[in-house]
Structure formats: structure tokens, C-alpha cells
């Protein structure tokens, strides 16, 4: 997906994580994982292509090398460091040193089924972290990388090296590559007819009118076939 900054990018920011959610449940796709945050409130809103991080429990296997930067390595500019921890809350996955060389790299930000730490340090350099909560307790004994580019699970939802991710206040949300033209094309559809129906909510339309006229509760229906309705 060479072309994901020149054909990609632009369409997702101008959409919310809501629409791109609907679109996928209009597939059929599972892609939003509960609980997950901005982890402080300047963080903006990612968008990327995902490089995953799964780590385990340490226990007689040791650590080799420092968790998650093989992944900060590997990746480009704009990608998003997505980690399986496990949804662990007792120590982090993500802190202060990785969270500096990712910055530096131009890596997007990061998405972290666990908890993450030094997070001054990233509101002072911007880098947005996404996670299920702060914490202070490191990880050093605690958890080993087991891999880095391989297919995890957050909350529940598959994520593989070059999925795409969105994050914003709402949520996050995961699209699966070979779908990504499908899901943009239908949550481009959800976001207009849902900005119709604010149009008319605010010429004077009541909220009962607007539901009739528009089938809301029906956007997200498939045809007998199986295949999502426009």
C-alpha cells in the first residue's frame, strides 16, 4: 500500500471514527476494541498504517532488547506503533524513551492495549499515546516483546502489520487493509447523509421528521444478499 499518503490519508482525517466503525459494521468486520483512550487530553486525533508489538509475561525467558524498538526501527514516517499487551493495567508498555525515538522517527503516535507511563514526556513533545490507563510501575521483569510485525489482538479485534488505524476521542478503530477502499467508500456515505440530517435538524426539522426521512436506524443494514445497501 505504497499509496496509502497520497490516496488514503487525506479521505480518512476528514472522517471520524464513528463513520469508519458503521462502515465496518456494515460489512460485517469487527474493527473497534472497547476501553481504549487518548491517555491525555491534547492528544490529536492518528491516523496510519500499523506496526504491531506483541509482548508476553517474563518469567525464565529474558528480555533481549528493550520492548517495542524493533517496531520504531522498522517503521515510516506516519505509522502508528500498535502494541498487544494483554490489556495489562500493572505495568507499562510504553514510556518516555520509546515515545522520544518514535518522535523522532515521524511515527504517528502509538495504540496500546495496556497501560503506558511518562506521559509529561509526551504531552511536552506531542507524540499521542492511546491506551487504558496511566501508570507508573515499568514493565522491566514484568513483560517481554515476543514479536514485533506480526498479527496481534487489542481487545479482541485482529490487527496486522499494515492494517489501518484511527484513533481519536471517540475511540479507536482498526481497518482491515484488503478492505480499506470498501470501508472508506461507506463511511464517506454515513458521514454525508448524517450531515443532511444535521442540516436539517438545524432548518427547523424535528428529530421524529429526520429519522423517517433519512432511515437511520436502517443505514447499516445488508441486503438479502449479503451485501451492504448504500
Not at 496510519?48 to 517496531?71: F, Q
Request: one cysteine or more; a neutral charge.
Amino acid at each position: 500500500m505504497d499509496n496509502f499518503d497520497s490516496n488514503y490519508r487525506h479521505r480518512l482525517e476528514a472522517l471520524d471514527t464513528t463513520c469508519v466503525s458503521d462502515a465496518l459494521d456494515k460489512l460485517g468486520l469487527r474493527g473497534s476494541p472497547n476501553g481504549l483512550r487518548p491517555l491525555f487530553d491534547a492528544a490529536k486525533p492518528i491516523v496510519g498504517r500499523a506496526v504491531t508489538v506483541k509482548l508476553v509475561a517474563a518469567g525464565v525467558t529474558k528480555a533481549t532488547r528493550h520492548a517495542c524498538i524493533t517496531a520504531i526501527e522498522v517503521a515510516k514516517p506516519g505509522d502508528i506503533v500498535v502494541v498487544d499487551a494483554g490489556g495489562r493495567l500493572d505495568t507499562n508498555c510504553w514510556g518516555g524513551i520509546v515515545a522520544t525515538a518514535a518522535k523522532l522517527k515521524g511515527i504517528g503516535g502509538v495504540v496500546a492495549d495496556g497501560a503506558c507511563r511518562d506521559l509529561d514526556e509526551c504531552v511536552a513533545m506531542q507524540f499521542p499515546v492511546y491506551g487504558r490507563a496511566p501508570v507508573v510501575v515499568t514493565a522491566r521483569g514484568r513483560t517481554i516483546e515476543e514479536a514485533t510485525n506480526t498479527t496481534i489482538s487489542v481487545s479482541g479485534v485482529q490487527v496486522r502489520p499494515g492494517d489501518i488505524v484511527m484513533a481519536n476521542r471517540s475511540g479507536v478503530v482498526f481497518i482491515p487493509q484488503e478492505y480499506l477502499d470498501e470501508a472508506l467508500d461507506l463511511a464517506e456515505k454515513i458521514k454525508e447523509k448524517e450531515e443532511s440530517m444535521i442540516r436539517d435538524l438545524k432548518a427547523g426539522m424535528s428529530i421524529i421528521e429526520v429519522d423517517k426521512k433519512y432511515g437511520y436506524e436502517q443505514m447499516l443494514e445488508k441486503s438479502s444478499t449479503g451485501s451492504a445497501k448504500a
